[in-house]
């Protein structure tokens, strides 16, 4: 009886969220006068678009009061076959068909956890080009940022949050633009946001989500890892040309900042820690970052076989740029046929001084250690001068 009074009260609270939704879409379609004013991308839509968006956000409340009234009724929405509350037609029913191809939002069976700066986005491409992967586009931070939210949001809230975003920009275009893609059965979904491999509470969470979930993390020296990052933060204009990246990595007393992100991401064995107290080493794949851009099929192949698929990502699929120096993507099918990262990759480092490199290579030396002793495997990075 607790429990149904608790998903009772969950769903009111979810429609009264819904209903507010579409009061503001119905308002914003019928009281904006388009014609008076310049329509800005970023936060105004014609009145077609808009009549478009209020028909779609109709159908998207109907799916998700057939989803809620299979979970009230005790039956957990996988397998999609076990009625709703809308038919196809729009109407009433008690029991109606799967969707046709059984097509939905799915909770991720694989997530790519970390780390930030190693190649998680050319990995998430990379497996795209898998006909068996359904891929989100940017990162959820979900288990991070939006967890209070629920799992119900987590495959929805995509929807909700691009029809507010047209609703006089209530929220930017760039969150917007999320979502959790469309999968059947035969298919893996799949999402990437690195900092959850730093957050304490995201392994719990993930856990409690499904205990069976598959998590890849990308891997690469944490000292050029490191300076990645600064360059990065550099680039985004978050340090002046006055800051080297020597002066945040070494305090004044001499001592390594361990306490600065860019140093803190690095400690691999510590955050992994947090990671194995609630998921078995094989229930974890380490892919290693410097090979995935120096011999990516591989690394592709490994992580193929770790999700139990059939190897269909090949040579023929990737080249090497020379000029960028990094790895393209080949799409025969598509036009631009080539697909390159963004001028980031590949980019040149900050300079680091000699001093600064060994300090920071024999500072991870033990922690390096312990890790590949948590992984059983040996990565064989340095402990003196490198890059």
Known sequence: MRLRLRITWNLLSRYMLLGAVLICLYLSLFMHNDSQQTIHENSKLSNTTRYELFGQF???????????????????DTDGGHGSLYSDSGNVTKNSTKLEGDYKRRLPQAIIIGVKKCGTRALLEYLRLHPSIKATGPEPHFFDRYYHLGLEWYSLFHILLLFLCHIDGIIPLSACRQKMPKSSEGHITIEKTPRYFVTAEVPRR???????????????????????????????????????????????????????????????????????????????????GEHLIRNPIHELNLVQDFLGLERKITSDSIYWNSTKGFPCIVKPHKTPRYRCFKSTKGRQHSYADDYTLNLLHNFYEPHNKMFYAMVKRNFRWRASKSN
């Open 58 to 76: 109709n159908r998207k409340f109907k799916e998700v009061i057939n989803s809620d009234f299979r979970l009230f009724t005790g039956v957990f």
């Open 206 to 288: 993930i856990c409690s989500m499904s205990k069976s979930t598959k998590l890849i993390l990308v891997v690469r020296d944490p000292v050029t890892r490191a300076i990645s990052d600064f360059t990065q933060a550099v680039s985004k204009g978050e340090y002046n040309d006055t800051v080297t990246f020597g002066s945040k990595a070494v305090r004044k007393n001499g001592a390594v900042n361990a306490k600065w992100s860019a140093i803190n991401i690095g400690l691999y064995a510590y955050h992994m820690r947090r990671w194995l107290d609630y998921f078995p080493t094989e229930n974890v794949h380490i892919v290693d």
